[in-house]
């Protein structure tokens, strides 16, 4: 069955205007390619989306992991925007601890709001991830394996999707998701299952300072 491993990009610099990652973000990288080369996937196919930490994330990672296969893109696998969300929904409440419980809060009311739709929608945002995974699946056949560097939206919207979460479940997977973690999916003919989610053992022992959330 092919193995889909989904990798979150390393910690990026929000401040600069093309996202790219800090130099922990490109240790974190690196770290997740050797990881990957650990796992000796098959012929691995190699995808990112289109954001400069995404990108930055994916050749890093290939560089570590000793893969030669040419890096392809697909806008799909983006972000949402982040920046536009905060602004449209998130009311500061006196009780919110950080910028984390105002996204929380902010996702939660994008993926209520009825007003919300077309391309600036939760639903087409999740189903864009489905669909761009639905079509790497197309892509790889059988008995080969692919690498997706993305970001924790996606992650969310794809695991949420697999399980049936409701909306505070997808919130919960997107609060969690570690920068440079892996989570794994397997195909085959009953369809899609998640194996592993968030896994971040190579950010563990010495490596532990490497561990970031955002």
């Not at 690196?30 to 098959?42: D, H, I, K, N």
Request: charged share 20%; with cysteine; aromatic share 6%.
């Amino acid at each position: 069955m092919p193995v889909i491993c989904l990798v979150r990009h390393g910690q990026a610099s929000y401040a600069t205007k093309d996202d790219a990652l800090t130099h922990l973000g490109r240790a974190q990288a690196a770290a997740v390619g050797g990881e990957l080369a650990r796992r000796s996937l098959r012929d691995p196919y190699l995808l990112s989306g289109t954001l400069a930490r995404q990108r930055e994330t994916a050749r890093l990672l290939a560089d570590a992991a000793g893969y030669k296969q040419p890096l392809h893109q697909d806008r799909r696998w983006n972000e949402y925007d982040h920046v536009a969300l905060l602004a449209r929904y998130a009311q500061p409440p006196q009780d919110a601890r950080s910028v984390q419980d105002l996204l929380d809060r902010a996702l939660l009311a994008w993926m209520a709001d009825p007003t919300a739709t077309g391309d600036g929608g939760w639903p087409s945002f999740a189903e864009r991830a489905s669909a761009a995974l639905a079509d790497l699946q197309t892509a790889l056949g059988k008995g080969r394996d692919a690498v997706v560097v993305t970001s924790g939206g996606l992650l969310a919207a794809v695991c949420g999707k697999l399980l049936s979460l409701p909306p505070e479940g997808v919130v919960a997977f997107n609060r969690v998701t570690v920068n440079a973690s892996v989570t794994t999916l397997v195909t085959g003919s009953s369809g899609t299952s998640l194996l592993t989610f968030n896994d971040h053992a190579h950010f563990s022992g010495d490596r532990r300072g490497l561990l970031t959330y955002r």
